[in-house]
Structures are given as C-alpha cells and as structure tokens.
C-alpha cells in the first residue's frame, strides 16, 4: 500500500497535534500545576529558609557547621570539607574499612570529651555522617547529650536547656515513619533568642 500526498499530510498535521498537545500539557500545564501545589505548602518551596534579625541564616533542610562549646552540634559531613551542597553525598567507606574505624574512634572519644559523655555512651549519630553529608536533623538522643555542655557555656540552668531540646523534638512523619529527630539549626535559633 503506497501512501498518497494526501495520507502523509494528514498523518503529518496528526503528528504535529499530538507534539503540540503534549507540549502544552507536559510543558506548560504540568509544571504549573506542580508550581501552585508547591506554593500550597508553606515553606517547603523555598527551601524552608530561617532568619535571625531579619537576615537569612540558613536552610532547615540542609545542615550547617556550628563551633564553639555554646552551640548544638550536627553531625559529622563527608561532604566535601563539610556542609558543602556542591559535594553532597556519602565517604563510600563501607562498615569493615580502616579508615571509617578510625573516624568513628576519633569522633568518639572526641564528642566524649567535650559533652562529658561516657564513650560506650556516645549517640550513633554523633560518630557517623549521613548519606548526603548534609542531614540537618540529630537525634533527640544526641542533643540530650549536648545539653551539660551548652548550658554550662552559656550559663543557663540545664533544665532549661533540656525543655528547649524537648520542644524542637520532631515526632515521627506520620506517626510511624522513620525515627524522632531535632533539627540542630531550628534548636540553635531558638537557644539564641533564650540568651539575647
């Protein structure tokens, strides 16, 4: 069966009907639609961005570094040289390597010494880092073990602390999702405005 000029124009305008539906559809009306459910949630497209005095100082999604004994501390990154979104991801080093041994023994006796923590004691996410490197979220566990610390260094009764890291404990997603975290920047806020 030889196609006539006419099949083929009528097969080409069909084409170029369905390349022109789709592109409308999955071109424009998808992404717009996947826009305005974004804009529905509050936060969660903007990268959940947190101020202090009116200045942006960080992302609730993504963790960040704090030094100095009077801050809450996150855990290890493998993220380039630390909390570096460009290099996020995981050391790759798998539980039987030397060297995740050694990173662990050293994060261990350090967390140790400066929470006053007994080193069997140490919270497991205080000795290991995320698969992104950048996890904002500690456990409730690790922040309880800070809580000596940061109270001691700035003054402050440890009971109050305590409830601090109490209120910005998050429950599990759903109810049974995952495990019970606090977010280190969220807690870090909040401790700034109890001692301003």
Do not use: K
């Amino acid at each position: 069966m030889s196609l006539t000029f006419t099949n083929l124009l009528r097969q080409a305008r069909t084409g170029l009907g369905l390349l022109l539906a789709a592109t409308v559809v999955l071109g424009l009306l998808y992404p717009l639609a996947v826009f305005g459910v974004g804009r529905l949630l509050p936060g969660r497209a903007d990268g959940q961005i947190l101020s202090s005095g009116g200045r942006p100082v960080g992302s609730a999604l993504i963790g960040q570094e704090f030094t100095g004994e009077e801050w809450f501390r996150p855990r290890p990154s493998a993220a380039g040289e630390g909390y570096d979104p460009t290099s996020s991801g995981a050391s790759n080093l798998g539980p039987e390597s030397a060297d995740l041994l050694a990173a662990v023994q050293e994060r261990r006796a350090a967390v140790a010494a400066a929470d006053g923590t007994d080193p069997a004691d140490v919270a497991p996410d205080a000795l290991t880092a995320s698969g992104s490197g950048l996890d904002p979220d500690i456990s409730p566990e690790h922040a309880r073990q800070q809580v000596a610390r940061v109270a001691a260094a700035r003054g402050l009764d440890e009971q109050r602390v305590a409830a601090l890291v109490a209120d910005h404990t998050e429950d599990r997603p759903l109810g049974f999702l995952g495990e019970p975290v606090v977010n280190v920047l969220q807690l870090n806020l909040a401790l700034q405005r109890l001692t301003s």
